[in-house]
């Protein structure tokens, strides 16, 4: 925003809400006649030029108005959008209905009937492109020998590979990859060998290593939630809702082998 004039960011701001409220492109005689903006069109449309220079408008043709871009929308937002503060009812709106929205699909469909709701307007809400997301933690577990586990925890919640939430853990071993978890056979010699637990917002994504195959019962202190998998090598598990403060995994094999991790608070 700092390459803009105030009277560019004026002109600008004008233009952008006069296309919000029209759907129509905007001209420099619509501008002109606008309360507050003391300017000929011919000035405005010099500045129109100056702001489509650098990648604020866009003129659908010659003879046409201006149009805002992605960029424009996007300073207007950050920069120059004035917001109000939410009522008391509002925020309680806000907390209640997103208390009920299970994580999953139908998170953004509900986020955006809200939305809808509170603005009185059509709401439009998507979630970031993959390649935004953003790496946190990164950490390699040593499983067999020449075999280690990969987690890889992401910025954002979603779905990555055969896991729900931000935990994207697989096996890496000298001759390719391999997704984790799966089943098999279990043996009652197994034992339970590591086991890594890592938050995600409500949701903890657990990762487990055993040495043979066999079922794995996990078990969370906090919500008392109690999943059973069947384990290869490797395997992960996700437990959703656990509550917001630290708590502890364990994971215990057929045999009766259990290991334990402890997660942060949320």
């Known amino acids: 925003m700092a390459d803009l004039s105030p009277r560019a960011k004026q002109i600008l701001y004008a233009c952008i809400t006069e296309f919000v409220a029209?759907?129509?492109?905007?001209?420099?005689?619509?501008?002109?006649?606008?309360?507050?903006?003391?300017?000929?069109?011919?000035?405005?449309?010099?500045?129109?030029?100056?702001?489509?220079?650098?990648?604020?408008?866009?003129?659908?043709?010659?003879?046409?108005?201006?149009?805002?871009?992605?960029?424009?929308?996007?300073?207007?937002?950050?920069a120059m959008m004035e917001v109000r503060e939410l009522t008391h009812a509002e925020n309680a709106l806000l907390l209640q209905r997103f208390s009920t929205i299970e994580p999953g699909p139908n998170f953004l469909r509900e986020t955006g009937k809200l939305l809808s709701e509170l603005t009185g307007t059509a709401a439009v809400v998507v979630s970031p492109k993959h390649e935004t997301l953003t790496l946190k933690h990164l950490r390699f577990i040593r499983t067999l020998p020449g075999e280690i586990l990969a987690v890889?925890?992401?910025?954002?919640?979603?779905?990555?590979?055969?896991?729900?939430?931000?935990?994207?853990?697989?096996?890496?071993?000298?001759?390719?990859?391999?997704?984790?978890?799966?089943?098999?056979?279990?043996?009652?010699?197994?034992?339970?060998?590591?086991?890594?637990?890592?938050?995600?917002?409500?949701?903890?994504?657990?990762?487990?290593?055993?040495?043979?195959n066999t079922n794995v019962t996990v078990t969370d202190s906090q919500s008392g939630q109690s999943v059973s998998v069947g384990c290869n090598s490797a395997?992960?598990?996700?437990?959703?809702?656990?509550?917001?403060?630290?708590?502890?995994v364990t994971a215990t094999a057929d045999g009766g082998s259990s290991q334990s991790a402890n997660y942060p608070s949320e």
Do not use: W
């Not at 779905?159 to 000298?174: A, E, H, M, W």
């Not at 990859?177 to 009652?188: F, K």
């Not at 395997?235 to 502890?248: D, E, K, R, Y």
């Open 235 to 248: 395997c992960s598990v996700t437990l959703t809702a656990v509550g917001p403060n630290a708590g502890t």
């Open 152 to 212: 890889v925890v992401m910025a954002i919640l979603t779905i990555l590979g055969p896991q729900v939430g931000n935990v994207f853990s697989r096996v890496v071993d000298g001759l390719g990859v391999a997704s984790s978890g799966g089943g098999g056979g279990s043996s009652s010699a197994a034992t339970v060998t590591s086991i890594a637990a890592l938050r995600g917002g409500a949701d903890v994504g657990v990762n487990i290593t055993v040495s043979a």
């Open 22 to 78: 029209t759907g129509e492109p905007v001209g420099s005689r619509t501008l002109s006649k606008r309360a507050g903006i003391e300017l000929s069109p011919a000035s405005i449309r010099n500045v129109l030029s100056d702001l489509e220079e650098l990648g604020y408008l866009h003129q659908p043709h010659t003879s046409a108005g201006r149009i805002p871009t992605d960029k424009a929308f996007r300073l207007f937002i950050d």
